[in-house]
């Protein structure tokens, strides 16, 4: 069970576009569409914002959006604001049917 | 509205054993999947067990696997996990989530506030 990969840290500024990856295998992210990204605002629990690779659930932004070609799934987001600044974690169901994190990615808004 | 509250956590000893519940409301508990999911301190999120809306099905990651048991009774809306044989990388703020699927294929779409365990001498 191997953590899927995930850049530690990205930057962009107000406005910007920046993209997030996770990277696994063909056992996780390649081979399921249940791949979902989290965000986690410091002290907070974590909010699901994408689930099934690319779907909003009702009330997040339309600015956040995933993606997934291969065995790396991908979370963009656009129009940075200064709230989005967070950690991100991707997740995905595994072939033993368990649940793998990435670890994590922290974003920064300049 | 959906809620989860987690309690049970606290400071224990190596070797020692703890239980957390996860108390459901707001929704059908009965229908769902849950997970336990668990954030050692200024560290990432790891996935640690998840059961199936009816009990048929549990799993767990390898690193609690034969010391921790999930669990659940869905006459109270409530569910467990049962730590035994603790160790100090056991520590962390754990996390009940709920499963957009009620055989937990799918993702966390509520979670808990979260609950501190502390495994110290």
């Known amino acids: 069970q191997s953590a899927l990969t995930q850049p530690a840290s990205v930057s962009g500024s107000p406005g910007q576009s920046i993209t997030i990856s996770c990277t696994g295998t063909s056992s996780d992210v390649g081979g399921y569409k249940y791949v979902s990204w989290y965000q986690q605002h410091p002290a907070k629990a974590p909010k699901l914002i994408i689930y099934q690779v690319s779907n909003r659930p009702s009330g997040v932004s339309n600015r956040f959006s995933g993606s997934k070609s291969g065995n790396t799934a991908s979370l963009t987001i656009s129009g940075l604001q200064a709230e989005d600044e967070a950690h991100y974690y991707c997740?995905?169901?595994?072939?033993?049917?368990?649940?793998?994190f990435g670890g994590g990615t922290k974003l920064t808004v300049l | 509205q959906v809620q989860l509250v987690e309690s049970g956590g606290g400071v224990v000893q190596p070797g020692r054993s703890l239980r957390l519940s996860c108390a459901a409301s707001g929704f059908t508990f009965r229908n769902y999947g849950m997970h336990w999911v668990r954030q050692a301190p200024g560290e990432g999120l790891e996935w640690v067990a998840l059961i199936w809306y009816d009990e048929s099905s549990r799993y767990y990651a390898d690193s609690v696997k034969g010391r921790f048991t999930i669990s659940r009774d869905n006459s109270k809306n409530t569910l467990y996990l049962q730590m035994n044989s603790l160790r100090a990388e056991d520590t962390a703020v754990y996390y009940c989530?709920?499963?957009?699927?009620?055989?937990?294929?799918?993702?966390?779409?509520?979670w808990g506030q979260g609950t501190l365990v502390t495994v110290s001498s």
């Open positions: 989530a709920r499963d957009r699927d009620s055989s937990a294929w799918d993702s966390f779409d509520y």
């Open positions: 997740n995905s169901y595994t072939s033993s049917s368990t649940r793998v």
